[in-house]
């Protein structure tokens, strides 16, 4: 099996958000619904996620990622965040359910045969570096989903992964939208799916000293929540000038009704829906940026 992709010269750049990601899965399903196939998808956090389901041109899977799967009774809350298995079970979410029979099959074969090229973000928890995982990093579903896990461990609320000798958390910490690892492969068109309304700026963390003292022996980790706001609004400062010289088509939801831990399927249905409704009447704007 072989896939063909017809977006060559620009990058599919998916911002994290938690479940935020539920609104923008309406965003990835009309792309793949409409044949829209990019041959580069960056993606960190919930992004992340998003990448992997869209190389595998999962529909059916990128909506229930971030909707449906919070009625499995094993997909988290505060008491398995109490036994330290964190709020959103990541063991469970990333590691057990992409297999066959299980609650949320990843079609792996599919997703290898895309030939586009993938970038995942993680935060390294020691040395605060950011770490870009490429398909060459992939031998089988169990390194990708643990990739997929390192990218998506958000702070405090999931436990940190452990990959290939080091410790992860959310990649979220280096901003939240990997512009400049797509910059670094070359590229200079970009297609953005934010999580965030037009407009938006994130500000400082709060809660600074109780956050030293949880990541004491992580300096690093605390330096980068307390400095986030910083890297995120100068990529958002990047992005609006890229789109304000056509190099960037930046899509914003309208709305954001739903936050980063949402578990309410009602919501999420809902969210998810209002992104699906705004990814059909923007789909021609769209087209006539990516030429398609």
């Known amino acids: 099996m072989v896939l063909n992709n017809n977006i060559h010269d620009a990058a599919l750049i998916f911002e994290g958000g938690g479940m935020r990601a539920s609104y923008t899965a309406g965003f990835l399903n009309t792309l ?7 041959d580069y998808v960056a993606g960190i956090s919930a992004g992340s996620s998003h990448s992997v389901n869209y190389l595998s041109r999962d529909i059916e899977r990128a909506r229930r990622s971030f909707v449906d799967l919070v009625l499995d009774p094993n997909f988290g809350g505060w008491k398995s965040f109490f ?6 079970r ?9 297999y066959p029979n299980a609650a949320l099959p990843f079609d792996f074969e599919t997703f290898m045969a895309n030939p586009a090229k993938l970038r995942i973000g993680a935060f390294e928890r020691n040395t605060g570096e950011m770490v870009y995982y490429s398909k060459n990093d992939i031998d089988d579903i169990t390194d990708l ?18 990959f290939g000798g080091h410790y992860y958390v959310d990649g979220g910490l280096s901003g939240g939208i990997p512009l400049e690892i797509a910059k ?16 938006y700026r994130k500000t400082q963390a709060k809660h600074k000293l109780p956050m030293k003292a949880y990541y004491r022996k992580y300096p690093r980790v605390a330096e980068a929540i307390f400095n ?15 789109a304000h010289e056509g190099k960037a088509f930046l899509v914003y939801p309208d709305q954001m009704p739903v936050s980063n831990r949402e578990t309410n399927h009602k919501k999420l249905t ?20 990516l030429g398609v």
């Open 228 to 242: 986030r706001h910083i890297a995120y609004n100068q990529t958002l400062d990047e992005l609006e000038q890229l």
């Open 32 to 38: 793949l619904e409409n044949h829209i196939y990019f």
């Open 90 to 98: 990541a063991q469970y979410i990333y590691e057990e359910t992409p």
């Open 184 to 199: 670094k492969d070359g590229y200079q068109k970009f297609f953005v799916v934010l999580t965030r309304p037009q407009g």
């Open 83 to 88: 036994k330290g298995e964190g709020y959103f």
């Open 145 to 162: 989903m643990k990739i997929v896990r390192a990218s998506s461990s958000m702070p405090i609320f999931m436990p940190p992964t452990y």
């Open 270 to 289: 809902d969210s998810y829906s209002f992104g699906y409704a705004q990814g059909q009447r923007d789909l021609p704007r769209w087209k006539e940026f």
